[in-house]
């Protein structure tokens, strides 16, 4: 059964900071790894998407890199900002019992202080 | 567009009550998925919808969880009888045709909060 971690679990930092979010999983049979941010209240909005024949991809001051042999990913923030104040999640979509599915982390809550 | 519509935001019920959920996906997107997300468990898939047909519905946790998908515009997810434990956010979320199937991004409805006394 694949297993998606997140760590940490919460993350505070002062404004200006370079950071990383960690994601491990533990089937390396993924189709894709993607990560999402959700505000308090709102749905999920996808940030970036590393298909599996991917090492990394790139938005703005984002970055996020794919280890598929190791099931590990990690996402960088550049220059953090206030408005960067989310919980990040990290998916994996693989096959399950004959079709696929998408497995979440429990999100890692990023606090980013003025 | 829009974006993922659901309905209603919030709901708060009595324990036995019967609730749906419905939701409206982006237009021209083939998959639908439903997914509950609680403090302890995190995000789960439900069920997803496939051109309206479900492929999976591993997920659902009893036979009190039902879900339609009538056309390729709305879908209900339904709870009869509902109980306390049923009390989290339902999002539903819809994705355009990908290379494999379901590979592309998902994009998410704002959820509903439900709350069964």
């Known amino acids: 059964k694949q297993e998606v971690t997140q760590i940490p679990a919460a993350l505070s930092v002062p404004e200006g900071e370079n950071l990383v979010l960690n994601c491990s999983f533990t089937?390396?049979?993924?189709?894709?790894l993607q990560w999402f941010r959700q505000d308090p209240g709102k749905g999920l909005t996808s940030l970036l998407l590393?298909?599996?024949?991917?090492r990394e991809q790139t938005s703005g001051r984002l970055n996020a890199s794919l280890d598929k042999s190791s099931g590990r990913s990690t996402l960088y923030i550049a220059a953090s900002q206030p408005g960067d104040s989310a919980t990040y999640l990290c998916?994996?979509?693989?096959?399950?019992?004959?079709?696929?599915?998408?497995?979440f982390g429990k999100g890692t809550k990023l606090s980013v202080i003025p | 567009d829009a974006g993922v519509i659901q309905s209603p935001r919030h709901e708060v019920t009595e324990m036995g009550q019967e609730v749906t959920l419905r939701c409206k996906p982006i237009?021209?997107?083939?998959?639908l998925f439903w997914y509950r997300q609680t403090m302890m468990r995190g995000l789960e898939l439900l069920i997803y919808?496939?051109?309206?047909?479900?492929?999976?519905d591993s997920g659902m946790p009893e036979d009190r969880f039902s879900a339609k998908m009538p056309n390729a515009s709305f879908s209900t997810l339904k709870i009869q009888p509902s109980e306390p434990r049923d009390s989290a956010v339902y999002f539903c979320?819809?994705?355009?045709?990908?290379?494999?199937?379901?590979?592309?991004?998902?994009?998410f409805g704002p959820g509903t909060r439900l709350t069964v006394l």
């Open positions: 089937d390396s049979a993924i189709y894709n």
């Open positions: 590393i298909q599996s024949s991917q």
């Open positions: 919808f496939n051109n309206n047909v479900p492929i999976d």
């Open positions: 237009s021209g997107h083939d998959y």
């Open positions: 998916a994996v979509l693989h096959s399950g019992a004959g079709s696929y599915q998408l497995t």
């Open positions: 979320a819809s994705s355009p045709p990908g290379l494999a199937g379901g590979t592309d991004t998902q994009y």
